[in-house]
């Protein structure tokens, strides 16, 4: 059975640009989670996401959005990249919804540079 | 002041060695995770706590509710633990919020 998928995996933008991130879950799983992590430190949370429906939202700008598809799948998005969106970007998918701890299951990551 | 805290931050051990490596947070907490972190990035979760204790093979976790503390242990250590190990706690249903984590290297 397939894990959690993210991608890309790598990729370089310079400041200003916008970047997509994408993230598929393991299948029959209904809510996604992202996370940012800064080199050194641990994962910040960004957004939940259950039911193609924001159930929680992290301490971040509005220039980060994301959704999640029909199919469960998600999409994170962060307009005009500074420098300090440099991180790895984790997804992380569970069986339960918002209303339960769920055991999480996490991807590889998407590593953003923004030069 | 970090509303988790791990500690050590970096640990260096023999093989074999019994490892122990500990998180205290100061909020209400649902849920209760360890993490394992490889230099590749992905995360495997490693326990999911609300109570009391865990084993899964050479690892035990233990919560402990009232004095807001939890311990991840690892008996028998091996070289391919070497990782950082992120403690992460479940405030209400959705917010997740993650310790500084712990470098473990275990030396041959």
């Known amino acids: 059975d397939a894990g959690v998928t993210q991608s890309p995996t790598h990729l370089i933008k310079t400041r200003g640009q916008h970047v997509t991130l994408r993230c598929s879950p393991i299948?029959?799983?209904?809510?996604v989670s992202w996370y940012q992590q800064v080199l050194g430190q641990g994962p910040q949370f960004i957004f939940q996401?259950?039911?193609?429906?924001?159930?929680g939202r992290g301490n971040f700008p509005d220039r980060f959005s994301a959704r999640q598809f029909p199919n469960y799948s998600s999409e994170l998005n962060v307009n005009a990249l500074l420098l300090g969106d440099s991180a790895l970007y984790l997804c992380?998918?569970?069986?339960?919804?918002?209303?339960?701890?769920?055991?999480?299951?996490f991807g590889e990551g998407s590593r953003l540079t923004v030069l | 002041k970090n509303e988790v805290e791990q500690s050590p931050q970096n640990l260096t051990a023999q093989e074999g060695e019994f490892i122990t490596i500990n998180c205290s947070y100061s909020?209400?907490?649902?849920?209760l995770h360890w993490l394992q972190q490889h230099p590749g990035g992905g995360i495997v979760s490693l326990f999911m706590?609300?109570?009391g204790k865990k084993k899964h093979g050479r690892l035990i976790a233990t919560i402990n509710i009232q004095e807001k503390h939890s311990s991840l242990h690892i008996t028998a250590s091996h070289p391919r633990d070497s990782a950082v190990y992120i403690c992460a706690v479940r405030q209400g249903a959705q917010k997740l919020v993650f310790g500084q984590g712990t470098r473990l290297t275990i030396n041959p």
């Open positions: 996401y259950y039911e193609k429906e924001e159930r």
């Open positions: 992380a998918s569970s069986l339960q919804g918002p209303a339960n701890t769920g055991e999480l299951f």
């Open positions: 909020v209400g907490i649902s849920a």
């Open positions: 706590l609300s109570s």
């Open positions: 299948s029959g799983h209904k809510s």
